[in-house]
């Protein structure tokens, strides 16, 4: 690790307990929001640090937080979105394991900026074995008084409760959660209403990202400018980059947004195994569409990747390696997306679908470039007709896989 | 809705106003265009999730949902341009290519939306080479009700009822993405008394009525609106026979009564009372003239009229306020009702004029009232106080003329019957068989509501005037005819017949 930010990422084992966490620091940035800042000047801090959304969205935190009305009458919630599900993506698991109070300080900084007394953490379903540890830390933390009725003191008060999920993909998009949360089908809401004004149980609603909220610590401790100055003035910070696939050092670097991707794979993982080359990559988990060799050199920030024609996402980074078979990729994608429609709406719940039969068909028994042909219509008549996000999601990295490695997968299916 | 604003749009280049509030989808169907769609319903919450409905709107990148996005002053909304349609083409392929194509077996054809917009945006070739998903084609789901997953397009119409109107969820989606369904959960069934209403929201043919499965096609249905008179609400219904070919006697002429729209009154909704009421117009009616309960062919309606004039003029006039009762129904229409009070009342100077009515129920809360019956504020409005003949006051009757044989609802056989039976002159004007049959002279068929035209004045005092829907049974005509005809052979002038 370089620029490594020591809060965030402890490396020795008992280091996720609270008790460790105070010795680095932990909660000075709580109790100065709590005790001496106003909460508008909160938002106003994270909103100068630009930190975008580290789920996915690249959405900024502190435009997200200033859409909650003002003058509300129903009570507030913020949500943490820890259903860390996008394939190629294991970021906030290690906040989760390593550093959960620096989510919580996050999560009472950020309610005390917005006015909220209730949080909820949606914990992916398959990370119910980080669920125990959280709530000990959340345990610790209302036994030293950060969290429960009157925090650090002050009148200001804040309850965390651990959601679990059930396993969905799609309870990773954030109208989705909401269902989830709120008990029914976990499927997305029409926008408008966006969650900030009607979100959980139809009250205004913040949702972040793990990474997202453990990194406002430092934000309010050091100041937006000190957070702006270790990343892009469009996009600040450090970012939890998971690297994996035919890496020698497969792992999670936090390094500054706009690091180029060829220097993650290359310096900091350590670059493809001896004799192997890199085939593509996967800049921003699976739905973020895939990259040749040559296009390595793109600046890791959501507006660099944007340009690309990719997307910076989750920024889980899998690198493929030479020698496999892209019929086998573009077969795997496909039946992620299929087995995770949520099914709600027609483009989405039948598309994904058609796409993988097609995929599959071809690829067990042949095909032509009509096949690949349709497969792209297919995938445009997903993408931006869907309910959510995951139409995108699912119908740009297939149209990416079919148009860059069209020529050998006509040759993979021509029998 | 005066006090609400109006907004100005243009949608294809027209200039069109909306109410303040009004989705885009409503606004341009007021405006004469149809933006297709399959989830969006105006009595239900936006669903958002069929994605047929997709419209252009400058300034917006994307297209965007005509059914949740709000008009907005100056919004300038394109319907029909190409990239409009091809979105359309896209999610009807989608829909398609998961669906059976069964039309020529299913009772939703000829009035099926997937049928109608593939009219609209087709013809395409198939291009899915795939098997389509197997689903159970007839499961039942409640009462009355057939599900066929096959062609079921999962705009979830049917969930969200049970959810928002009824409030009793009883459907709910099962499983993920393709392999997702429609059902009812672990042994309980759909079972409220809206639940006919899933049919009619049903986009397509995947809920059907087990009643109407197989009996006849959409096409062959005459479609007349009517106002139900099976409670005090009166609902907008649709009634849904057939005619024109010859059918034979028994042969079912009303298929079905489906919900028709109407915000003042009932929203979209009827309820399963009033939807069954098809079986008032259909069963059990009295089809011709009988004598002491059984058939009289030979009879004529002058004749069997002329005789019920001659029973009124055997009463000498001091006498007759006494001695002749009439019963009357809360059935009636206003103008029967006013034709009523003119000829017995005014005219006669009867005081025994009676009403005998179906017994009222409980209320439901959402459309059913109490009272069953669909006239009653017309009953006061044409200036009767109705109230049931008390023991004794028939016993000094010579002539009784019953509309309706709802006597025997509210007495007991054994009170009712030799009560009767002692009057020496007993008519009976009766849309259906009963146990009255028997004890009057003479029966007359007369028509139900469905077979008129006329008015009634709800329980909340909304006047709705109505036209025949479905042609009565040859010789069975409305009481306001008998009533005038009676009138007329009497030389008297029962009076205007709007009165009321």
């Known amino acids: 690790m370089v620029e490594n930010e020591v809060r965030l990422l402890p490396d020795d084992d008992g280091s996720w307990r609270l008790e460790a966490y105070l010795r680095q620091g932990g909660y000075q940035a709580a109790r100065k929001a709590l005790t001496a800042m106003a909460p508008e000047a909160v938002v106003a801090e994270v909103c100068g640090a630009v930190i975008r959304g580290r789920g996915g969205a690249g959405f900024p935190a502190g435009r997200k937080w200033g859409f909650i009305p003002k003058d509300a009458t129903r009570p507030k919630y913020l949500c943490v979105n820890a259903d860390e599900g996008e394939p190629g993506t294991f970021k906030d698991r290690l906040i989760l394991l390593r550093s959960p109070h620096a989510l919580l300080e996050g999560m009472l900084i950020a309610a005390f900026g917005v006015g909220i007394r209730t949080a909820f953490i949606y914990l992916r379903g398959e990370y119910a074995g980080l669920a125990a540890r959280l709530e000990e830390a959340i345990a610790e933390a209302r036994a030293a008084g950060y969290l429960g009725p009157r925090v650090l003191g002050t009148e200001f008060g804040l309850d965390v409760v651990v959601h679990p999920g059930a396993g969905a993909y799609i309870c990773g998009e954030e109208t989705a959660l909401l269902e989830s949360v709120e008990g029914r089908r976990g499927q997305p809401r029409v926008k408008p209403p966006f969650p900030a004004t009607v979100g959980l149980f139809r009250s205004p609603t913040v949702i972040n990202n793990v990474e997202t909220l453990a990194a406002v610590p430092g934000i309010i401790a050091h100041g937006a400018s000190w957070f702006l100055g270790r990343g892009l003035p469009t996009d600040g910070g450090t970012r939890l980059f998971g690297v994996s696939g035919a890496v020698r050092r497969p792992g999670v670097y936090e390094l500054a947004v706009g690091t180029p991707l060829r220097t993650i794979i290359e310096v900091h993982a350590g670059g493809p195994p001896v004799g192997r080359s890199i085939k593509a990559v996967v800049p921003g988990g699976l739905s973020a569409p895939i990259l040749l060799p040559e296009e390595l050199d793109v600046a890791m920030d959501v507006d660099s990747l944007a340009k690309a024609g990719s997307m910076l996402g989750s920024a889980g980074i899998v690198v493929i390696p030479d020698g496999t078979p892209m019929l086998d990729v573009l077969q795997v994608t496909a039946r992620f997306y299929a087995h995770e429609s949520c099914g709600k709406c027609t483009p989405c719940r039948i598309g994904t679908s058609w796409i993988f039969k097609t995929v599959d068909r071809i690829r067990s028994a042949g095909g032509g470039p009509e096949d690949l042909d349709l497969i792209l219509r297919l995938a445009d008549g997903i993408r931006g007709r869907t309910l959510c996000p995951f139409g995108e999601g699912a119908a740009l990295p297939i149209r990416a896989l079919v148009t860059k490695f069209r020529d050998e997968l006509e040759q993979a299916v021509a029998r | ?500």
């Open chain 2, 1 to 500: 809705m005066s006090g609400m604003k109006r907004i100005g749009l243009t949608i294809d280049g027209s200039k069109v106003e909306a109410f303040e509030g009004t989705n885009v989808l409503r606004a341009a169907e007021q405006a004469g265009i149809a933006i297709p769609h399959f989830c969006y319903h105006p009595g239900l919450e936006v669903e958002g999730s069929c994605r047929m409905c997709l419209v252009e709107i400058e300034g917006l990148p994307k297209l965007e949902l005509s059914c949740s996005t709000v008009v907005r002053e100056g919004m300038v909304v394109r319907t029909a341009t190409e990239r409009v349609r091809q979105a359309r083409r896209d999610v009807l392929e989608f829909l398609l290519a998961e669906h059976p194509l069964d039309c020529p077996i299913c009772d939703k054809a000829g009035e099926c939306r997937l049928q109608d917009y593939y009219d609209r945006y087709g013809p395409y070739a198939a291009r899915m080479l795939e098997a389509r998903e197997r689903r159970e084609k007839k499961a039942p789901i409640g009462r009355n009700l057939i599900l066929d997953r096959e062609r079921c397009v999962l705009c979830t119409r049917c969930v969200r009822f049970l959810r928002q109107v009824t409030k009793t969820g009883e459907l709910g989606v099962f499983e993920r993405g393709v392999r997702s369904e429609v059902g009812i959960f672990d042994g309980a069934p759909v079972d409220n008394a809206y639940s006919g209403n899933l049919v009619d929201i049903c986009p397509v043919g995947a809920i059907t009525a087990g009643d109407f499965r197989f009996k006849t096609r959409a096409w062959f249905l005459e479609r007349k609106p009517s106002v139900c008179p099976h409670c005090g609400r009166g609902c907008a219904i649709t009634v849904e026979s057939i005619k024109g070919y010859p059918m034979a006697n028994g042969t079912r002429r009303v298929f079905r009564i489906t919900a028709r729209e109407n915000t003042a009154v009932n929203g979209f909704w009827i309820c399963d009372l009033g939807r069954d009421g098809r079986h008032d117009i259909d069963d059990g009616r009295v089809t011709g003239l009988m004598k002491k309960g059984l058939p009289a062919p030979g009879l004529s309606w002058t004749k069997a009229l002329a005789e019920v004039a001659a029973a009124v003029r055997a009463v000498p006039g001091p006498g007759r306020a006494a001695e002749i009762a009439v019963v009357l129904n809360s059935r009636m229409t206003c103008e029967e009702l006013a034709l009523a009070k003119g000829l017995f009342v005014a005219s006669l100077g009867l005081s025994k004029v009676f009403f005998a009515d179906r017994k009222p129920g409980d209320a439901d809360g959402l459309l059913l009232t109490a009272d069953r019956v669909p006239n009653g504020r017309g009953a006061l409005a044409a200036g009767f106080a109705p109230r049931l003949p008390a023991p004794g006051e028939l016993t000094s009757v010579r002539l009784l003329l019953m509309f309706g044989s709802q006597l025997t609802e509210d007495f007991a056989g054994e009170t009712i019957v030799p009560a009767l039976a002692a009057i020496p002159s007993r008519f009976l004007f009766a849309a259906h068989s009963g146990p009255l049959d028997r004890l009057a002279d003479t029966v007359f068929p007369v028509a139900v509501p469905a077979e008129k035209s006329g008015a009634y004045i709800n329980f909340e005092g909304i006047r709705q005037a109505f036209c025949r829907a479905v042609e009565p049974p040859p010789g069975v005509v409305p009481e306001g005819d008998i009533i005038a005809f009676l009138a007329h052979s009497l030389g008297l002038n029962p009076g205007d017949p709007d009165a009321c």
